[in-house]
């Protein structure tokens, strides 16, 4: 990327938006014939990830994941659809958002909500240090909702890294 993000055009949350799909085999299921968790966590990380390379056009790093709620458990045989955007910008982070669904493997039609997730993404320069990326430009109310509770959530992020920064200066765990 030859621009810096003090010049480069806003964009919108629709230039990061990914949609995934994985079908559960038996080796992504326990014996309950339950997707493992395990699994549909790497899925996550990589739906997330390619929204926000699109975002920052260019490499990114896994920062943090949080807020994972398992709602409904994806059994095997299911279809599993992912649907990731970029929901807020920093300087060099961006707030993913994913949501996962099972849908019921041979119809399209019994889609459900299994869980949803918030990750946190890097961009990267060359020589792998974090680099600017270009400001979000929400486009609809959705995104603009999105983008507030986002803020809210970094801020949040930043205030527990702060207190266990602290906690482990003070030698405790």
Avoid at 56 to 76: E, K, L, M, N
Avoid at 107 to 128: C, E, I, K, M, Q
Wanted: proline content about 6%; aromatic content about 6%; glycine content about 10%.
């Amino acid at each position: 990327m030859t621009e810096t993000a003090a010049n480069a055009e806003p964009q919108t949350p629709e230039t990061s938006r990914v949609e995934m799909t994985q079908l559960v085999l038996p080796g992504d299921a326990n014996a309950r014939g339950n997707a493992f968790g395990g699994k549909i966590m790497a899925w996550i990380d990589i739906a997330a990830a390619i929204a926000a390379g699109r975002y920052a056009r260019g490499p990114v790093v896994t920062a943090s994941v949080d807020d994972v709620h398992f709602i409904r458990p994806i059994r095997q045989g299911d279809v599993v659809v992912l649907k990731a955007q970029v929901n807020y910008v920093g300087r060099s982070s961006m707030e993913v958002g994913v949501r996962v669904e099972g849908e019921k493997w041979g119809n399209g039609l019994d889609r459900y909500h299994a869980l949803s997730a918030y990750t946190t993404f890097v961009a990267l320069d060359p020589g792998g240090r974090p680099r600017p990326v270009a400001p979000l430009a929400p486009a609809t109310p959705e995104d603009e909702r999105r983008c507030e509770d986002g803020a809210r959530r970094m801020e949040e992020r930043k205030n527990r890294r702060r207190l266990k920064a602290e906690r482990l200066e003070q030698g405790g765990g």
